[in-house]
């Protein structure tokens, strides 16, 4: 489970590194799909990995709107911020925790319970979904975007 979390906080720094040298305008534009645009899209990928860690943990949830952390370093120092707590949970991750419950009323009033090892591969698969976007787009602004290989990222199981 970790390698896969460290996997996508890699290629979370590469788009990072990538968005420095594109033009805010771009950052910003809504474009088709996702949840709006690439920024808006790197602020959505931080604050549902966040959520859902905090929630399976019986915390609060973030509310914050993305118009609030609209610039690539506000959205980094979110990132940061976040990343100590995700990280103290994704390192003490155990197989006796996959099978744990998570229930949830939905705004439907519908009751879920999901498995606390789905949550987490969900996050996992949420990002990497979202990274897919980010490279459909990286090519409108005529850039090449960052690799999504796992191999030689120096990740080990």
Known sequence: MKMLFEYNWQVRNDWYRWCEDVPEEELLKVRTGGVGGILNTLFHIV?????????????????EKFEGYSSLSKVRAL???FKEE????????????????FKEQ????????????????????????????????????????????????????
């Open 106 to 157: 939905l705004e439907d009033g519908r009751d879920v319970v999901d498995s606390w090892g789905e949550i987490m591969r969900h996050v996992i698969a949420h990002e990497i979904h979202h990274v897919g976007q980010l490279s459909l787009w990286a090519r409108e602004v005529g850039k090449k975007p960052v690799s999504a290989n796992l191999i030689g990222r120096g990740l080990r199981g």
């Open 79 to 81: 990132d940061a911020a």
């Open 47 to 63: 604050d549902v990995e966040w959520s859902w860690i905090r929630a399976m943990q019986g915390k609060s949830d973030f509310q």
């Open 86 to 101: 995700v990280l103290a949970f994704v390192e003490t991750w155990d197989p006796s925790l996959e099978d744990r419950l």
